[in-house]
């Protein structure tokens, strides 16, 4: 057993998994949580009924459970981390179980650890948009500005290269944009905020920095086999489009959409008007919006996936397919719920309202 | 007089602590704690916070604070209270006080030794409706209290619920009452102010509901009736009951209040003056316009940024944080906090005589 892929049962876990067996690993080891969905990961192994799945149930936060997952792993794929929830939750199952596998590694030592981080480490806020951002943008310098999630990435981040500083495994950074495909949600926080069932369009001419599923899991794994140690690529697709086209699609294909174009100058005026009105009450309302953290997503920055082009990587499905593949999934998902797919809506025989992340709370990857 | 607060542990019960000092005059966050550096530094940069630590003790010896608040798990209160209060701070422990009713003594009995002042960490206790019901059973509304009903819901896959759902070894699910030790006090502390006997009869019965979930392992229901001698009560802890429901209901000689903590409203039950089904037509109206007239309140006190969810925690601190200042009686009595411990002992003995699992 050679290759361990944390969070392996999640989103994005699942995928990767997927691409390691497709491209002829003959043993994987997946480490999952004590109450993880392995549906999925159970599904593959009968796809694949050569290679081997081997599962570690555990607890990212426990060192013991780390060092046995670890034992005898040459690669390791950290996808695992928290997205929603509690600020201190999400950077303990972020950032300190991160600071676990990196310990457990020193002891172990693998010869290289991948983690997958996020575009949203970028400062995007202050920077203008007329150039495709690249790696070697300056990175978020007021997290506590923007989201938790964002936070705990760049904190994460800071952590693999703090450890990699101090030698014994190779590190590789991919910073994948907002995935979607089978099994994800219907739209990125880049195209605005969901509430009461109706969509705020904020980014509307923004292209969206979109990877799909399939795409971003054979960047990870191509970039955990070819890239040089330090590296560190954005994770993106061609042919993007615009937040408008792509909920016009949504619409065209999967369910009417009510919603509300926000011109940018409008949105920032809105989040001036929200951040004053939250200082006033002491943060008596959710800072949802704010003119930083509506600047960082709906300003319209583009990225660039040059550096990953030029390691050889090629998107193996074309945007065009990748978002009819995904529509086609979330109709289906509506016609099975016989309800809308909106995130707020009810459905029958349900305790009140699902949980969903809350809006406004920008992420870039699910896992 | 500006006193300085540090915290020790950085977890989900520190972010509410330290949001709300940091709207208080009387006081200022000058240090967070936790054996986890990652965990301080978060909270640190989050909110400002000049210093951050993982030594306990070197905090106290360095920041030299006035007041400790205690976030960390329970199992540690004691130890880290102790600590605390040996280094010459006051205390705020968050719920539950400690381990158990013995523990708890011990700790209040240290307070005094010290010559230091304790608080704990009762949310709703002070909460705007909370103090309101206290000054209408003064003024004697409700006559004689006859009997109470407290209910709180509790959503498992919630972002307290969902971290203990998915851990076996979460430290919630360690303490000697699992989950129910960790959230019973928002339940029994709205109870114990009504009864006056030190260890009334207590007859707690428990299960399991969601049978279906194989990561559960533990009562998510509970029922506890209470029996004093004048008063009775009834607590239910629910997690399946929906929608989520955090109330409590006197019943009074002369009157019956209903406080809804989750809409923060105070109502009354009516009795009409008029005969027949006219009287039952106007007792509804009469319930409309109460809840109209609360709701409008609460628009004000939204538009004078007052309605806060943790206003009752802000409400605590400020008065701790004066009682420390002036020098005067602490705002939650310690009888009040040993009468919740108590009367939790008592209900997990009974638990766990009925072979109930807890943890």
């Known amino acids: 057993m050679s290759i361990l892929v944390t969070g392996a049962s999640g989103f994005l876990g699942g995928a990767v998994v997927e691409r390691l067996l497709a491209r002829g690993e003959p043993s994987l080891r997946c480490f999952v949580r004590p109450s993880s969905n392995t549906s999925r990961l159970r599904e593959l192994q009968g796809e694949y009924p050569k290679a081997r799945l081997e599962f570690v149930v555990g607890n990212l936060t426990s060192a013991k459970d780390m060092r046995r997952a670890l034992d005898g792993i040459k690669t390791v794929y950290h996808l695992a981390a928290k997205m929603r929830g509690a600020p201190a939750t999400v950077f303990l199952n972020t950032v300190v179980a991160s600071k676990r596998l990196l310990d457990a590694s020193m002891e172990t030592k693998p010869e290289r650890v991948v983690l997958v981080s996020s575009l949203s480490v970028y400062g995007t806020s202050g920077l203008p948009c007329g150039r495709p951002i690249d790696e070697s943008a300056e990175l978020e310098r007021h997290p506590e500005k923007r989201d938790v999630y964002s936070h705990a990435k760049l904190r994460q981040e800071l952590l693999f290269h703090e450890y990699e500083a101090r030698g014994g495994f190779e590190v590789v950074i991919l910073r994948p944009g907002s995935i979607y495909g089978i099994g994800g949600k219907n739209f990125s926080a880049r195209v605005g905020i969901e509430v009461q069932g109706w969509l705020l369009h904020f980014g509307r001419n923004n292209v969206l920095p979109l990877t799909y599923l399939d795409n971003c899991a054979e960047a990870i794994v191509f970039a955990g086999t070819k890239a040089a140690g330090g590296d560190i690529y954005n994770v993106i697709d061609d042919d993007l489009p615009t937040s408008a086209e792509y909920v016009n699609a949504y619409r065209s294909n999967v369910d009417r959409v009510l919603s509300i174009s926000v011109p940018f100058f409008i949105t920032m005026a809105v989040s001036s008007l929200v951040e004053r009105y939250q200082v006033h009450s002491q943060h008596g309302v959710s800072a949802l919006l704010t003119p930083y953290k509506s600047a960082s997503l709906w300003k319209g920055h583009q990225f660039s996936n040059e550096k990953l082009k030029s390691m050889g990587w090629l998107q193996i499905v074309p945007t065009r397919e990748a978002m009819q593949k995904t529509f086609d999934y979330l109709s289906h998902r509506k016609a099975d719920t016989g309800y809308p797919t909106l995130p707020l809506c009810r459905r029958p025989g349900s305790q009140g309202v699902r949980e969903h992340p809350s809006p406004g709370v920008a992420v870039e990857r699910e896992s | ?359």
């Open chain 2, 1 to 359: 007089m500006r006193l300085d607060v540090a915290l020790v542990g950085c977890g989900k019960a520190a972010d509410q602590h330290v949001s709300e000092i940091k709207k208080l005059k009387n006081a200022q966050v000058v240090s967070v704690c936790d054996l986890e550096p990652l965990m301080a530094e978060q909270l640190a940069i989050r909110y400002g916070v000049r210093e951050y630590y993982s030594d306990f003790d070197r905090m106290l010896q360095q920041v030299k604070p006035d007041v400790v608040h205690i976030t960390a798990p329970p199992q540690s209160h004691l130890s880290l209270a102790k600590k605390a209060l040996d280094a010459g701070c006051h205390i705020l422990v968050e719920k539950p006080l400690a381990l158990n009713h013995e523990e708890g003594a011990y700790l209040i009995d240290h307070v005094a030794r010290c010559n230091r002042k304790m608080t704990i960490g009762y949310t709703y206790y002070f909460d705007p409706i909370a103090r309101a019901m206290r000054m209408m059973i003064q003024e004697g509304v409700l006559g004689e209290i006859v009997h109470v009903e407290s209910f709180l819901g509790y959503d498992l896959s919630g972002r307290f619920g969902e971290p203990i759902l998915a851990d076996r070894m979460h430290w919630v699910r360690q303490l000697p009452g699992g989950l129910l030790q960790n959230i019973l006090d928002h339940l029994l502390n709205k109870i114990t102010e009504f009864i006056i006997e030190e260890r009334p009869a207590v007859c707690a019965h428990a299960w399991q509901r969601g049978r279906d979930d194989a990561n559960l392992g533990l009562p998510d229901e509970l029922r506890v009736m209470v029996s004093g001698q004048t008063t009775s009560a009834y607590a239910t802890f629910s997690s399946h009951a929906r929608p989520l429901s955090h109330y409590l209901t006197i019943f009074g000689t002369k009157n019956t209040m209903h406080l809804d903590f989750i809409t923060g409203t105070m109502t009354f039950s009516v009795s009409s003056t008029l005969p027949g089904s006219i009287g039952r037509l106007s007792g509804t109206f009469g319930q409309a316009w109460q809840y109209f007239r609360e709701g409008g309140r609460n628009v004000i006190r939204f538009a004078r940024s007052q309605y806060h969810y943790l206003e009752g925690l802000n409400f605590l601190l400020t008065s701790f944080y004066d009682s420390i200042i002036h020098d005067t009686l602490v705002p939650i009595p310690y009888t009040e906090m040993l009468r919740v411990s108590a009367m939790m002992d008592e209900l997990f003995e009974q638990l766990r005589s009925a072979h109930l699992v807890i943890t």
